[in-house]
């Protein structure tokens, strides 16, 4: 009976063991040189590494509520992707959320709405070439099909446009609308051509053209006044990126030269007609990989979901998403109820493997195990200014003796002014938790400040406490 029983759970667990509930070991492990870690296995502890080699393409999608993870896994995954192999990559940054990380990763951020952009720029194009796109544009975010004459007004105007006009811009076209007296087609355009809302009307001084070779590039779109601008600005920038890849010569190797990133962007995503479809579909031939973040996956166009090699699901509840997400990849009751339950970070991998690994698999991450963000801490006065990175400064507070809400008062300080903080200000907190002079002292000379800066931070900071004194006085006298 003992016996029995012993090799009757043996058994399940040799069962187990050679048909878990995930991929085999080497479909998921690569080199580090040669793939990117993203986190473990839930139930065999497998390190997943994702290697477009072994995957049908490189494409990724990724779905999950707001703050279940999406931009930290974008994150985690461009800046491995850039040391592993050197890729380039374009971020469409609909809310501002990757500056700052860009900046730090030594990118480049670009500020659409400082920088501007002329729809009618050629760049490389045929004028009725360009036409088609800018109509394809047009078509997607002012419904021009269902105004037909309007459409056949602006498409001739653009026409007129080119051939009569040097380097034209849409306020040319709207000119030539008027002059017309085709109101209610200029009427449609003049939302681009207002002043302050003018960004597509004037010359361009984005240079679209190297952002392919740019390393790391975030175009920040969030202070673009309204989302049918910075969808109109998504939609150009995608299109001249689909000329430049199909102006590529097509690769016979399989890689990655480039990812385009569009991360919570609905109307670019869930258009047939957008060029982010284009570029999944034809992205493979030119080394072109698209990464596609969504809090609502029913704004992924179908084509998107059957054409991604991978798909991370991060935490998702409402009913009808994930229902929308289980119809294109099949996988347990199991798997679908965890994915309710997971926390910040947790994920269900789908990854397609090429033929020779073989088939769809959906299974569980314990967690994306990223790259905590490298944050600079800047302690700032009077021109002078030293910085150090967040975790090694906590660690140093930590030493001085500060209590982890403590340090958690000083965190806050610093994130309030987005990394930086005035060494007065620093000076006088350590004084309020208690710090003798000598060894706040102490302290500035373990983080390399000057000694004549040290004397300086402290007679501004008795200056100012001082002249606060005096505020407070002089408001408790009136
Ligand atoms: N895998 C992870 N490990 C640790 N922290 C994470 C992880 N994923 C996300 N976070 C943190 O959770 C917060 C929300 O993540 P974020 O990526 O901005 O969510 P989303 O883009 O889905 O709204 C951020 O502060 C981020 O640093
Ligand atoms: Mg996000």
């Known amino acids: 009976m003992e016996i029995q029983k012993i090799n009757v759970s043996d058994l399940s667990k040799r069962l187990f063991l050679v048909h878990p509930p995930e991929p085999r070991p080497d479909a998921l492990l690569s080199s580090i040189n040669e793939g990117i870690y993203v986190g473990k296995t839930r139930w065999l502890n497998v390190p997943v590494f994702w290697n477009f080699r072994k995957l049908i393409n490189p494409h990724v999608a990724i779905v999950g509520i707001t703050g279940s993870g999406k931009s930290y896994l974008v994150k985690t995954f461009l800046t491995r992707a850039s040391l592993v192999w050197n890729s380039n990559a374009i971020i469409l940054d609909w809310v501002g959320e990757y500056d700052k990380w860009v900046r730090q990763a030594g990118?480049?951020?670009?500020?659409?709405?400082e920088e501007r952009l002329n729809l009618m720029d050629l760049a490389g194009l045929t004028p009725s070439e360009r036409i088609k796109q800018i109509m394809s544009a047009l078509e997607i975010l002012l419904d021009l099909h269902n105004f037909p004459s309007e459409r056949y007004d602006i498409e001739e105007a653009l026409e007129d446009t080119y051939a009569g006009?040097?380097?034209?811009?849409?306020?040319?076209?709207?000119?030539?609308?008027?002059?017309?007296?085709?109101?209610?087609?200029?009427?449609?355009?003049?939302?681009?051509?207002?002043q302050g809302s003018d960004f597509f009307a004037?010359?361009?001084?984005?240079?679209?053209?190297?952002?392919?070779?740019?390393?790391?590039?975030?175009?920040?779109?969030?202070?673009?006044?309204?989302?049918?601008?910075?969808?109109?600005?998504?939609?150009?920038?995608?299109?001249?990126?689909?000329?430049?890849?199909?102006?590529?010569?097509?690769?016979?190797?399989k890689g990655v030269r480039l990812?385009?990133?569009?991360?919570?962007?609905?109307?670019?995503?869930?258009?047939?007609?957008?060029?982010?479809?284009?570029?999944?579909?034809?992205?493979?031939?030119?080394?072109?990989?698209?990464?596609?973040?969504?809090?609502?996956?029913?704004?992924?166009?179908?084509?998107?979901?059957?054409?991604?090699?991978?798909?991370?699901?991060?935490?998702?509840?409402?009913?009808?998403?994930?229902?929308?997400v289980r119809q294109s990849l099949s996988y347990s009751d199991y798997i679908d109820s965890e994915i309710s339950k997971f926390g910040v970070g947790d994920a269900a991998l789908n990854m397609i493997f090429s033929k020779r690994s073989g088939g769809s698999h959906t299974f569980l991450l314990n967690k994306i195990?990223?790259?905590?963000?490298?944050?600079?801490?800047?302690?700032?006065?009077?021109?002078?200014?030293?910085?150090?990175?967040?975790?090694?400064?906590?660690?140093?507070?930590?030493?001085?003796?500060?209590?982890?809400?403590?340090?958690?008062?000083?965190?806050?300080?610093?994130?309030?002014?987005?990394?930086?903080?005035?060494?007065?200000?620093?000076?006088?907190?350590?004084?309020?938790?208690?710090?003798?002079?000598?060894?706040?002292?102490?302290?500035?000379?373990?983080?390399?400040?000057?000694?004549?800066?040290i004397v300086e931070i402290f007679t501004l900071t008795r200056r100012r406490k001082a002249a606060k004194g005096l505020v407070d006085l002089t408001l408790t006298e009136g």
């Open 107 to 113: 990118g480049t951020v670009l500020r659409l709405g």
């Open 165 to 194: 006009v040097k380097r034209p811009t849409l306020s040319d076209v709207v000119s030539i609308l008027e002059k017309n007296k085709k109101k209610a087609a200029a009427r449609l355009l003049k939302r681009f051509t207002t």
């Open 202 to 253: 004037r010359q361009s001084t984005l240079s679209l053209d190297k952002l392919t070779t740019s390393g790391l590039v975030c175009i920040d779109l969030h202070s673009l006044p309204t989302e049918e601008m910075r969808s109109l600005a998504g939609l150009t920038i995608l299109q001249f990126l689909k000329e430049k890849m199909r102006r590529e010569e097509m690769k016979e190797e």
């Open 259 to 324: 990812f385009v990133v569009v991360d919570e962007a609905w109307k670019i995503a869930s258009d047939e007609r957008s060029d982010v479809i284009t570029i999944v579909r034809e992205g493979r031939k030119y080394n072109f990989a698209l990464i596609v973040a969504s809090q609502n996956p029913t704004d992924m166009h179908k084509t998107i979901f059957s054409n991604v090699g991978t798909m991370f699901i991060l935490r998702l509840v409402l009913r009808e998403f994930k229902d929308y």
């Open 369 to 453: 195990d990223g790259e905590e963000p490298l944050f600079i801490y800047n302690l700032e006065v009077d021109g002078m200014s030293v910085e150090k990175e967040r975790e090694q400064f906590c660690n140093m507070l930590y030493e001085l003796g500060l209590t982890d809400e403590q340090i958690g008062l000083v965190k806050n300080e610093f994130e309030k002014g987005d990394g930086t903080m005035d060494a007065t200000a620093f000076v006088s907190l350590l004084e309020k938790f208690g710090y003798s002079p000598s060894s706040i002292m102490g302290f500035l000379r373990q983080l390399e400040v000057d000694e004549k800066d």
